[in-house]
């Protein structure tokens, strides 16, 4: 279904006002370590609860990137300005935009990362309250990243501020799965893109 051009103009608008101001960040931290039946056994006696799941995608690891990425406060500020103002529409469209910059943040993030292992096989990116992994396992990842990395705070029940950010592991190994994940593996059964 192809947006009609009122869609596709205000969201072009909207793209190229975020894109003059927004800035998107974006950290990680390499760790040594081993994977067990449902943790992750960082070097120095620190643990993640990751679940059977994560840890078996995470299988073959042998050093591990936490990380954090975010669309930054700006936008967390824009979003709440448009919901303030009842603009249902451009709330929608701001919404998708910073779950791209979010995600594209990421993917970036994990560019960074592949130059400084200089070849190395890394698994995909893995986040709590996905495959098992309980969310307020983000408590760990950012106590071991400094407690607020690239400025992103945590609530009481775990939810991340600025709301457009993700953060999670990625294992590193020569024996490594990097391509192993999917639907196959997540155990959310509400899920709506659930395969049967």
């Known amino acids: 279904m192809v947006p009609e051009k009122q869609i596709t103009g205000l969201t072009t608008s909207m793209l190229e006002d975020i894109s003059s101001w927004v800035t998107p960040r974006c ?11 449902d943790s992750v056994s960082l070097e120095g006696g ?37 919901k303030a103002e009842d603009d249902i529409l451009k709330s929608f469209i701001a919404d998708m935009i910073g779950t791209c910059i979010a995600e594209k943040t990421g ?21 709590p309250g996905y495959c098992g992994w309980h969310l307020t396992g983000q408590k760990a990842l950012f106590r071991l990243m400094g407690g607020n990395p690239c400025g992103i705070g945590l609530s009481e029940v775990c939810l991340m501020t600025p709301i457009k950010s993700i953060s999670g592991i990625i294992g590193i190994g020569p024996e490594v799965d990097e391509k192993k994940y999917g639907c196959q593996y997540c155990e959310l059964e509400t899920c709506y893109k659930r395969r049967n």
Not at 107 to 127: A, I, P, V, W
């Open 27 to 37: 950290t990680f931290s390499l760790f040594a370590g081993q994977v067990d039946f």
């Open 46 to 82: 620190e643990g993640l609860s990751v679940g059977e799941t994560i840890a078996f995608l995470l299988k073959g690891s042998e050093r591990f990137a936490l990380f954090a990425a975010t669309a930054g406060m700006a936008f967390q500020t824009y979003l709440e300005s448009l």
């Open 107 to 127: 993917e970036y993030m994990e560019c960074l990362l592949e130059k400084e292992l200089q070849g190395e096989r890394h698994t995909n990116r893995l986040s």
